[in-house]
């Protein structure tokens, strides 16, 4: 897809959300506000993951940063300062956990980031019990639903621009000539870390933020719900159907998975995991190459 | 159970013409979120679910909701999966207020969870009947929700009542002061802790451990070594359903046998006498029921006919009873929520573990000590009627 | 003596820990299927274990006998039906585990599924061989010490069986070459198959013995995965002793962190041994750098 | 002073010393040949030389600077590019994006849009003209030969590592490979030759160097250090030569 015609879908997009907003009602801002952050989480997550092919299930420990950074500084300074000490904290964490697993490779990087996800979570959890006193937070932050949307639609812009921008910098050509073939890249020319962490850092910053803005939603937090590891699977198997190697690719998985769960949700309450095995069964063998690979057949 | 007519996604044109046909005569539609998968799935499955079923089941064999001038309405459920996850609650509730149109939303399991929805319901003017949710923060969510009720009282009320417990037991029965203390890493664990350590060192307690572990830990093995080492006469576990019968199976591998033997939440399950039988004897957790009661009894009977096993003895009658809270304070009111808000903090209701009035949204007196005494649950400690403690815990016998 | 109860107790977790992951070995290391719905299956013979146990009478050592066989056909069956088709379109390991990632979602959810109609979403448990062993002075479970001890017995065996036995030689050659296996004329697709099915039955086994002491519940399968795939990668991809090994230092860690360090710690303290593992060997305890 | 110069190199692989000792210089504009039987440390020596391989001992002067440790990417820049013994593209992407990463990120680095831009005269320039759209996969092994020597052109190096770059082409084909390297020598760039394809190295080398076990064995003019008796000792005692 070229560049004009993919800002001007992203920002007539982003437009029509927001304008038909005052016609939602709670229910379907809800229903949206589900499908805006798994696609700004999935495709901050294909950002670094498309191009590289490094899956990572470390997706929780960003979110979960961020939401705790909206528990620890919501109520003590201005909400834009939180969204950015969010982002700069998920950068932070995630450069240096960057730096110490590029020597790891395919399945043991993947479930390194799941192992990081959860050391996290059990660190917050027993620092939270010995010296925080307690292990859940309240949020109490003026945020409402509405600005959380909107938030969100922001959030989303933000990352297709940042994937936009990736794609074409140097910063993008250098991820995917690691994707296909690590050695070639290197003696190309390529400081193959720096690429990494740098891409890595910016998802995974995203990915805070995006926690950020979504912690008031719940009143309250704790490690367990901050930190779940469900989230870093959702949003992996979100990415993987939709298509990871194409910026749009994981709405692609995002919408129709996020429905999916909706309607199953709603009508077949006491089946839904049985229904949900099955239809994501069908859909992987027959959709092999993820929805983007589908459509990209078509054409 | 009552025929269910769930939207779907779309639902908009059902839902309205639903919402001009069933005002007055039609069912009372009552929607809830629950936990039927996800590490919540335990607690919801034993403690809320059966009894939102139980509940629904009763009224409507005989006759429905009692509503004012001596109608009686259906119920109508309408129930979702949040799979222990709070955005998936959220949305859930979202879509029970707003798209499916309920009456009444029954709360999910869980502090997280009920804190999760508490901001929906508040915002939809919707009763909040909060039961599983026990923190310390109440008083100020109170503040926050008008329309929250808290059925089963703040922590630190826990904690101090076993304290009460543990003292009319020095000065009764000769109870030493030694404990030995090991909590789970969670909001719950970490608040009866904190309270219960403060208040076990006012009493003049000596406190000879004191250990955390973190949530979802089944091997417990060298925390029960700790504890048998020590020798206390007390040893308390602030502790969750898998951990409190890893405990307590580990303390009987460990031929750990203090005077007094407390777990907290899940000891009150049917699950705990079912796997220990005659061991669970004499063993103290969170809860207790009146077993005096003729009503309680009744509920129990029901409960196990229509569940297929007893109810936990903590806070399934207490779910229970905030289900009956609801029904009368209809059958005073009517449907109109507002003034149902106003009728349950106000008024004084008769349910099956007795009389129960709001003190700023809060039920405050209740039992919080249980002891396994034979086939029962019952309770020794808190508020209401209670049974005197067996003591010393007998030791546990071979298996 | 704390010491001799710290150890002990650790080399019994561990033990158990490696019970749970010797199946996933097998399926991940030699059928190269990532296997997202292993704790699922494990979950499945906790509950054939209970059932058999607590209706019929059946003690869970005589239910190994049946669990085992019984899980090694479905495995095999569900290596036929929905692995066979993914390997055969996978232009390369890579894309099979992506593909296996997703598929085995799909599976969890369904066994998942049909544990919560059958059984519903609360705890089961019961007690079974719950009595002390005395050893060196300090008590141990029955229960845990037998889970361990087989697990022992049966990362024993599985060594043997790979090392010592042709078959075994052909299950290690395609553990670790499919291609050149392939060419040296070794059936992949059906040692592929027996190595699923053979870990399954591990599945089964691992099951049975855990639901002897372990409180669990159908919501409760991940905890394996997850446990397992920790072991497995510590390990070593494919290598049953790695598996020994990383199992016996993870549980030992814990036992060690819970007597020595802060209780609270224990799950940090082994994600912490795990995450520094891999870092110093990229590949696992055991594992040789390939890709 | 020479552009690059190899001191005393030294790199084993458990008990194998495959370079040994291994020292010689290339003059600006030089083409070398880096010539040997199966096994010598060829291959290695160039993975030395690009940081694929850290050696052991020894120094690697480029340009004056000593870059045996340094990181490939940073040689790269520097203005050494290579091809790879068993042919490397990015098979995915198109044939002028494979150029382009060369251009990008070289010794003379671009923005990705100029280096498209640049593409195709490399292409035309390799014989692929045209034909830069197509996913680089899907050429020939042959032609993806062609193309890594573009990517490696497009990174406008001072110092270009050939890995048997002219294996396996027929006649015709080995024709057009030497008048292009002697094109690309004739731009001023240096270039390092391994190679088996003795006619090629007789054509375009004013010198070579001989290995054996890591070691150097001889040096000088094709004619006179492949007739060094050391040299044919090494062929014949080697069944691969």
Redesign the interface.
Known sequence: MNSPIFLAAVAAIAGAFALVQPHLGPFWQSLLINILMYTALATAWALFSGPTRYVSLATAAFFGLGAYTMAFLGEAMPLPMVYLSAAVIGAVVAAIVGLSTLRLSGVYFVIFTFGLAELIRQLVTWAEAKFGGTVGRFVFVPVSPTDIYFMLIAACVAVFALGWWVQRSRLGWALRAIGEDETVARHAGIDVTRAKVLLFSLSASVMSVVGCIMAPRWTYIDATIAFNPIISFQVLIMALLGGAARLYGPVLGVVPLAILFELLQANFPNHFSILLGAVFLAVVYLVPRGVAGLLEKRR | MNTTR????G?IASAAIISTAHAQTGPIRIGYSI?????N??G???TT?PNYQLWVRTVNEAGGLRVPGGARRQIEVV???D??????A???V??L???DRVDFVLPPWG??LN??V???LN??GHPHLAVTSV?E?IPELVQ?WPNAFFFLGRSSAASEALVTTLQGLQRGQGLGNTVAL?SV???F???LV?AGRAALNRAGFRIVMD?????????L???L??AA?ANPEIFIAFSY??DT??IT??A????FNPRVFYTAV?TA?P?FR????ANAEGVMGIGGVDISSPRIRDYVARHTQVVGRPPDGWASPVTYASLEVLEQAIAQVGTDRAALIRAIGSGTFDTIVGSIRMENNQRIAQPWVGQWQGENFVAVGGAGTLTPVQFPKPAWR?? | MFIVDVVLSGLVLGGIYALIAMGLTLQYGVARIMNLAYGEFTIAACFAAYVLFTVSGVNPIIALAVAMPASFVINWLVYAIFMTPLVKRAPDAGALEVDSILATFGLLFVVQGVLLVIFGGTYFSYSYLAVPVQILGSAVALNRLLAAGIALAIALALYLLLMKTRMGTAVRAVAVNPASARLVGIDTARYAAFAFALGGALVAASGVLVSMFFTFNASMGVVFTMKALIIVIMGGVGNVLGALAAGLILGLAEALSAGFLDSGLTMAVNFALFLAILLWRPAGLFGKRAR | MSLLTLENLSRSFGGLRAVDGLSFAVEPGQVLGLVGPNGSGKTTALNLITGNLRADSGRVIFAGRDIARSAPHSIARAGIARTFQLVRVMASMSIAENVAVGAIFGAAPCAPAEAMRRAPALLARIGLEGRGAEPAGKLTYIDQKRLELARALAAQPRLLLLDEWLAGLNPTELEEGIALIRSIAADGVTIIMVEHVMSAIRALCGRIVVMNAGQRIAEGTPDAALSDPAVIAAYLGDDDA
């Not at chain 2, 799979?83 to 998936?88: C, D, P, T, V």
């Open positions: 769930r939207a779907a996604l639902g936990s039927r998968t996800g590490p799935a335990g919801a499955n034993v679910l129930e979702y999966d799979r222990s996850q709070s955005e998936e959220v949305r859930n979202d879509r207020i707003n798209q502090t997280g804190l999760a508490g901001a929906v915002r939809g923190t923060r926050r090991a890493q969670d909001q664990g970490i608040e904190n250990r955390q572990y973190p949530l979802g830990q089944q091997d093995a060298p925390l070594a700790e080492r359903p898998p019968l890893a199976e580990q009987r591998i460990a031929n899940g399950f699950l079912q796997r220990f039988a071979p298996a």
